[in-house]
């Protein structure tokens, strides 16, 4: 599976972004799939995650009521809407997905994709 995040860009602080990525490859979509990010000498920061239906959602404490994940199947796709953005959410964002069924969606992401830039000016 193969993993493209894109949508990054420069936004003012309190502006919205949204942010795509594309699964490709056999079995892409099928599973949980997640969204990370990484700010410079900070670790990497669990952000969203949705499971294969869509029906069920998780977020990480500091986002869950600013950023909304949402996904087609129909296209192999999982997007990541940020309101209310903050200098501090500028990161490299990534999407990741894993390969096996769980009812736990805060954990098991080992595929990756490149991550998409987002900076966020005050």
């Known amino acids: 599976v193969q993993l493209q995040a894109s949508g990054g860009g420069l936004v003012q602080a309190g502006g919205s972004l949204r942010l795509t990525c594309a699964a490709s490859?056999?079995?892409?979509?099928?599973?949980?799939m997640a969204w990370f990010r990484q700010a410079p000498n900070k670790e990497r920061e669990f952000l969203a995650a949705i499971s294969w239906s869509g029906q069920k959602t998780l977020y990480g404490d500091s986002v869950k009521d600013r950023f909304a994940i949402s996904r087609d199947n129909a296209k192999n796709m999982i997007y990541l809407e940020m309101n209310s953005l903050e200098p501090g959410d500028a990161a490299d964002y990534y999407c990741a997905t894993r390969t096996y069924y769980s009812g736990d969606l805060g954990s098991g992401y080992t595929l990756w994709g490149q991550g998409t830039l987002v900076t966020v000016s005050s």
């Open positions: 490859g056999p079995s892409a979509g099928n599973y949980a």
